[in-house]
């Protein structure tokens, strides 16, 4: 049974809120292949596509920019970025659509959606891949909200997604759950004070997602579901 940190088990909930790369999607492979072809245009070495995986989670200019200096903090120089940001941006927008959803995603929503869960989307990949992408799959019509990494003046890791889809759904906080699959969900989720739970099979930098504060770590989708009841 998973540890519940902070919350009575079952947890109450009103609203789930979900992120997309590595929770919904598995948007590595596209995301990594992006990297290297334009690394390739540029005439660097390729990097492998577990460590370019690593560099996920901050959007899409962070990978940029730990691709090209192959550090998770450093700032490439201005001119490089500047001129590689379009290269990947190019080549990313022709895989996009490439993207698989994860095992138990499609039955997990069907079945908070029957339970009476109101869902949305939260992501750090900007609105231009997000729609898009969430069209594409066939997952937009599980949505009422998606908050993409630019649509509101700070993402995640910060809390005000998190804060701004409570009051769109106009539920307490402590009755939105997030489910995601990295740290920057669960610094959101504990600076918003709401529950989160994590999936095992994302992008958590390399790290294995039990080592985060959370308050459980999930197999899939659907295995939320015991673990909440509708506030
Ligand atoms: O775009 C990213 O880097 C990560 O996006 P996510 O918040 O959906 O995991
Ligand atoms: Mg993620």
Redesign the pocket.
């Known amino acids: 049974m998973p540890n519940i940190k902070r919350y009575t088990t079952p947890v109450s909930v009103k609203a789930i809120v979900i992120?997309?790369?590595?929770?919904l999607l598995h948007t590595a492979p596209e995301l990594a292949e992006a990297a290297n072809r334009m690394l390739r245009d540029i005439h660097y070495a390729p990097v492998a596509q577990e460590l370019l995986a690593s560099y996920?989670?901050?959007?899409?200019s962070?990978?940029v920019k730990r691709a090209l200096t192959g550090d998770m903090h450093a700032t490439p120089d201005a001119a490089l970025y500047d001129h590689a940001l379009p290269i990947f941006e190019k080549h990313y927008t022709e895989l996009l659509l490439e993207s698989k959803v994860f095992d138990g995603v499609i039955e997990g929503l069907e079945a908070m959606k029957a339970a009476g869960y109101r869902l949305g989307c939260i992501?750090?990949?900007v609105e231009r891949y997000t729609t898009p992408l969430l069209a594409g799959v066939g997952l937009s019509k599980y949505f009422e909200i998606v908050l993409a990494?630019d649509t509101l003046p700070e993402k995640?890791p910060h809390p005000m997604p998190l804060l701004h889809a409570a009051k769109f759904f106009g539920v307490p906080i402590e009755q939105l759950l997030l489910i995601?699959?990295?740290l920057?969900d669960t610094i959101a989720a504990r600076a918003a004070e709401c529950p989160v739970f994590c999936v095992p099979y994302g992008?958590n930098h390399g790290e294995p997602v039990e080592t985060l504060d959370l308050d459980a770590v999930i197999a899939n989708l659907p295995a939320a579901l015991p673990l909440m009841k509708l506030a």
Do not use: A, H, P, R
């Not at 992120?19 to 929770?23: M, R, S, V």
């Not at 996920?56 to 899409?60: A, F, K, L, T």
């Open positions: 992120d997309l790369d590595g929770t996920i989670g901050n959007g899409i962070w990978l992501t750090n990949k990494g995640k995601g699959d990295s920057n992008y």
